[in-house]
């Protein structure tokens, strides 16, 4: 049986009868058309059978297009009354019970899911979007793709090749993982209430082969961090705090590392931070 989804009148009396407000500390923008929630499961290929976590669910819109998908969700809720009334909504709309699961807590906070979900799918809040991702990137290593769904800039930063003004300290952390790219825009009038800003549609895939360990990971990030932080200068100066203490000795390491001590960070990838992170 179809699990039907939810239309814009609905999505209002729902709100209403909860008494929820769409705030911006929460970054709740709601999507109120069927077709945008469609899109974004056909764009992540949401097969039936895949197990499928979804941060921020909301009302149920996106939540709904999932399981007529005949996946089963994980939804990552932070708000407790939206996380009560969840399963409620999916019931009445058909979905098949036991095919969806609640969690009630910060995305960030969450280290633990069920039945390691293989695909994330989500409307994330903008205020939050690039922590989340690279949060459950780390923690979760079965998922293996995804689409989110962010504020356009940040979604731009993420799929940004080197040497653009968009590259930057989120698009080299994403890449650790795997490949970004855009895979479409978002028009304001989907969501209520009608944002400030445009959105766009992200997609993923995680690298079959993890290119470094944690500890790697987590020295490769500190090098990211202080190359962006200063992304103005030369890696020389914005590392000889990692690097040393003084721009000559990150110059002698960044040339034991293949890499120009007069190169700045966004022209590097991330290969090239973890070569810096090996010889440190």
């Excluded at 895949?50 to 909301?58: I, M």
């Excluded at 390691?116 to 793709?145: G, I, K, Q």
């Excluded at 989110?148 to 300290?169: C, D, H, I, N």
């Amino acid at each position: 049986m179809a699990v039907t989804l939810l239309g814009a009148g609905e999505i209002r009396a729902l709100a209403a009868e909860l008494d929820v407000t769409p705030t911006k500390k929460l970054g709740q923008n709601f999507v109120v058309d069927a077709n945008t929630v469609r899109r974004i499961v056909q764009a992540a290929r949401v097969a039936p059978g895949e197990h499928v976590v979804e941060v921020g669910p909301g009302l149920g819109s996106l939540t709904l297009a999932i399981l007529d998908a005949g996946a089963e969700v994980t939804a990552v809720e932070i708000d407790h009354r939206l996380a009560a009334r969840l399963q409620i909504t999916a019931a009445a709309h058909g979905a098949t019970p036991g095919s969806l699961h609640v969690i009630d807590a910060d995305a960030l906070a969450v280290t633990d899911l069920p039945g390691d979900p293989a695909v994330l799918v989500a409307n994330l809040p903008y205020n939050v979007s690039v922590p989340v991702l690279l949060h459950f990137l780390e923690t979760f290593p079965a998922l293996r793709r995804g689409v989110v769904m962010v504020q356009a800039e940040v979604g731009e930063r993420l799929a940004a090749a080197p040497r653009t003004k968009a590259y930057g300290s989120p698009s080299v952390k994403a890449s650790w993982y795997g490949p970004w790219r855009l895979a479409g825009n978002v028009p304001r009038q989907v969501f209520w209430p009608v944002p400030n800003v445009d959105s766009v549609l992200v997609a993923f895939e995680r690298r079959d082969t993890p290119i470094g360990s944690e500890d790697e990971r987590r020295a490769t990030f500190a090098l990211i961090d202080a190359a962006f932080g200063q992304r103005r200068k030369m890696l020389r100066q914005a590392l000889a705090g990692v690097l040393g203490g003084s721009s000559a000795d990150a110059s002698a390491i960044l040339e034991a590392a293949g890499v120009a001590p007069t190169a700045r960070g966004e022209e590097l990838v991330v290969d090239d931070f973890l070569r810096i992170a090996h010889v440190v």
